[in-house]
């Protein structure tokens, strides 16, 4: 796993929740790094698997790990 400094991790969380800092020249420069838009991807899936886990009842068998 690619470590990412406090710096960058700061911004690419801000940037998430920010739409104005994604608009910006500053963001785009950001991006042009590759381990920046890595971090930014890996953010962002983190955030979706957030968001669909919240939405899967405690007691579904998805959780649980039972096949069906």
Do not use: H
Not at 25 to 35: D, N, P, S, V
């Amino acid at each position: 796993m690619t470590e990412y400094s406090e710096k960058d991790l700061n911004f690419a969380l801000d940037a998430i929740q920010d739409p104005e800092i994604r608009k910006s020249e500053e963001f785009k420069q950001w991006l042009t790094k590759e381990e920046n838009r890595q971090l930014l991807i890996e953010l962002m899936a983190g955030k979706e698997a957030t968001r669909l886990r919240q939405r899967v009842p405690q007691n579904s068998s998805v959780n649980s790990g039972a096949i069906c």
